[in-house]
């Protein structure tokens, strides 16, 4: 088997109950509650390497400093739990590490940068406590840029143009997923490093806010950045999302950023969903928090899954290779879009 990046993704298993607790005030962190013996099984099932997972906060009434700190602690404590299963990764050697021994390897990723507040040098501290990618922006504004759903795209601020070269002064990948165009153009301008865009899809075949131009992907390939395409609702207008519409939007990105700038960011994980009936009251109820804490994008709706029904569990990237295959893709081009780019741009980064 490959190796095999998510740049962005999750080891929740979707099967089991949500969490006690305030949804609204944590909406979106982890201590990995959510993470079970059968959901890592399931992970080296799938042949993961690695997986950049969501730490701390994205949204939500939380304090966005102590609930990202108390985030991080959780996770350290969960993967020195687990020794023989996971390695938090801090540099690409620990990728290669995870993969020789069995194991998953864990990259602490951000999708929002609130818990910096107004301090561009917390950003040492966070790279100190091992997070590895930070991406600017979630769909609104904050004060390092505009978010994808903001109507009057103003880019990159001051402060975000001082977050950028602190991250990558810190060795921090940065992440441009979620971004608005003209915030994501900003700061591939200004980056001295590799960027990443770890999900999203491409606004030439899906024209969603989600999905990048060909303007950006083609400036951050030029820049020596990888774009990383999900299985998410975005990759179509309307209806449910298949494997072709995927395999749609990485030949376009293969056409627009050539093969060593292409990668995959599932945004999901690697367990099978086993009652669809309460995966859609679930589906629901997600819906309507993104929707109450004006974080939801356009067309989100509980009648599309967040995965590609054809395309889920532990043989998603071997089939996704072999649909590949049967298209004409080589199999070093295919070794590049499963991991091989991802890691060449994280060693990059971090080195």
Known sequence: MNLVINALGVLDDPNLPPQPGDRAAMAYSS???????????????????????????????????EATVADIAGWDAFIRARPGLLRKVHDAADIDAAQAAGQVGVVYGFQNTEMLGRSADRIALFANLGVRVIQLTYNGRNAVGCGATVPDDSGLSGFGAEVVERLQHERVLVDLSHSSERTCLDALLLARRPLAITHTGCRAVADHPRNKSDAELRLLAERGGVVGLYFMPYLRLAGQPLAADLIAHLEHALNICGEDHVGLGTDGGTTAIDDMAAYRAMLAAETELRRSLGIGAPGETPDVCLFLPDLCGPTQFIRLAELLAARGHGEARIHKILGGNFRRLMQEAWA
């Open 31 to 65: 201590t990995g509650c959510n993470v079970d013996a059968r959901s890592l099984a399931d992970a080296r099932a799938a042949g993961l390497s690695a997986v950049n997972i969501t730490l701390g906060h994205v949204a939500g009434g939380a304090d966005p400093f």
